[in-house]
């Protein structure tokens, strides 16, 4: 079973703050999801990336895809109240685009 | 707007009762989904069906089941509910090659 781990597991920061998320394999994946998920509702996919080094950028969220193709990082410029939620990396394994591992999250609040 | 739509948001039912969740998206995919969502464990694959009648099971298949008789509906059953199955369901849908993309809001299932 492939795991996927994210850190940190929690983060409060203040409107306005830069933060990164990280999440990391030991496995390679074809592919890398990023969703968030607010309160009461599903996940909602922000972006999907493939190639290994690959780059994503989502107004003021950056999304990069490690070289190896086994880890990605979440990156929030500015943070805004808007941004809270939780943050959840899913990765498709090698011959197997529809089934993905999903890290357990990261819970971001942004404080105004 | 697309939509994935779950019968109920919230659901009790007592240890041993047949349950019944149900799915219904309306953008014409293939590909659809059941998880469970429990918190520091992420979403975990249940099953998953990628064409009418058809079915696979996922990472944690184990006193459930599934049903698609039609394109936009997929059923979980819980056979004898337990209180272990206490948790968030939610389903998704994708097109034919693709992971899941759209969720629904969810189902939080209480069994007492």
């Known amino acids: 079973t492939q795991l996927l781990e994210q850190s940190p597991q929690f983060l409060s920061i203040q409107e306005g703050e830069n933060l990164t998320v990280y999440c990391n394999s030991s496995s390679v994946f074809s592919s890398l999801q990023w969703y968030r998920q607010e309160p009461g509702e599903g996940p909602v996919l922000l972006v999907t990336v493939v190639t290994g080094g690959e780059v994503k950028k989502l107004k003021r969220l950056t999304f990069q895809f490690g070289d190896a193709r086994k880890d990605s990082s979440l990156h929030i410029t500015a943070a805004q109240p808007g941004d809270t939620g939780l943050y959840l990396c899913?990765?498709?394994?090698?011959?197997?685009?529809?089934?993905?591992?999903f890290g357990s999250g990261t819970q971001l609040t942004v404080l105004p | 707007d697309v939509k994935v739509t779950q019968s109920s948001r919230y659901l009790v039912k007592r240890t041993g009762e047949k349950v019944f969740l149900e799915c219904v998206q309306d953008?014409?995919?293939?590909?659809m989904f059941w998880y469970r969502q429990d918190p520091g464990l992420g979403l975990r694959l249940i099953y998953f069906s990628y064409d009418v009648k058809m079915k696979e099971k996922g990472d944690i298949p184990e006193g459930y089941s599934v049903s698609r008789e039609k394109k936009e509906r997929f059923s979980l059953i819980l056979e004898s509910a337990s209180t272990n199955q206490t948790s968030m369901y939610l389903c998704?849908?994708?097109?034919?090659?693709?992971?899941?993309?759209?969720f629904g809001d969810g189902t939080r299932l209480s069994i007492l």
């Open positions: 953008m014409d995919h293939e590909n």
């Open positions: 998704a849908s994708s097109p034919r090659t693709a992971w899941p993309q759209h």
């Open positions: 899913a990765g498709a394994a090698l011959g197997s685009a529809r089934q993905l591992t």
